[in-house]
């Protein structure tokens, strides 16, 4: 038996815009992604997050499920736009109180929150602005931040200040697949840039705050890049796609500082980013987040965009998502990150798989590949703390099915099955099967 370290905090997370529905009730103002999945032809299907799990309306009954699985720990995300309609100015009370009654409802259950404060669902009214490639942002991004330590700070001790901001910026700006359906290199990087000043602007805030004893980080979604072949040309290649991936954003946190590969790369499109700036970045943190997923592994492509990369496909496993499963990979980020960055209190914010998950007849969901899937990423973190990364708790992606973002509802995370017809909750093998290992603290090896 595998056991983890005393007090490790094994959990589940979702986000908002994916399970809550309701996107409009009680004041709530629209989001970017109620705007984009609203907008024909950008969401598989023409699906919205309008229901979603409704979770807004069915919170009692998804904690006592948490309770039910045993969760130590959960973490979501609050709406910006449901708390601040127009994303700044008049608090709506009403959207608050949703929060306040889901965090009492989990300290009851025992279980430990943790407030992500933003996950892709920038309130419309500051897209009308510019969004996130709006210097100002941060500013906004910053009081909303302070809004909510004011608010639920007695209670909740975790905040991570965004959720993958290299997704936000690249998928949303430059990709145009995610919202606000961008293709805008210039923006994205400043999108970029003010991401990172907005979360070292709430750090600030944190620090200025009456939350005792809290604790406050940031999510990165990291993939290592590796070379397809050993040639000089792919081994630089592969340095190109982890400095665009990864470096982009944990060097200016860590060291205040953006890699210079990119820096010459980008050239005249390169944001200004003042030492002020930076300083402000790399606020220091009191943990990291990190969403695995599979890695990426890149060859020369003379002339292919700004990176000159191809993505190399590998034979398999793969995902629902097409991704290849290599759980290898998850350690060799830790000792990397543990090395490179200066041995940072860490917590896999999201791990999991997407599969073609039935419903039986018999009622039961037999997701035997997600089971197999956790169980060897679980294998690979306790690998790496016996290594001496201070990995602290794992958050299972997802709780249950939800909104997939552009993939809408075709796509299933969940350890709990979610009926979209009508609304039941079907606990899947892989949750039965995770409720026992946060019971037993660890695993059979
Ligand atoms: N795709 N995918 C699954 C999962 C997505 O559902 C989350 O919202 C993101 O934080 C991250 O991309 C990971």
Redesign the pocket.
Known sequence: MLRFPEGFLWGCAT?AY?IEGSPLADGAGPSIWHRFSHTPGNVERGDTGDVACDHYRRWRDDVALMRELGLKAYRFSVAWPRVLPDGRGAVNETGLAFYHRLVDALLEAGIVPFITLY??DLPGALQDLGGWANRDVAGWFADYAALLFDRLGDRVRHWITL??PW?VAHLGYIAGVHAPGMRDLWAGLRAVHHLLLAHGRAVQAFRASNVKKGRIGITL?LAPQYPASRSEADLAAAQRADAYHNRLVLDPIFSGRYPELLVRRFNDAWPDAPQADLETIATPIDFLGI?Y?SRGVVAHAPGAGFLETRSVAQPGPHTA?GWEIYPEGLFELLVRIHGEYGGPTLYIT?NGAAFDDRLEPSGGVHDTDRLDYLRRHFLQAHRAIEAGVRLQGYFV??LMDNF??AHGYSKR?GIVYVDYETQRRVIKQSGHWYREIIARNGLEN
């Open positions: 986000a994916q996950h892709w959720n993958e997704c979604n969403n997923y998502m999201e992606w997802s997939e973002w995370f």
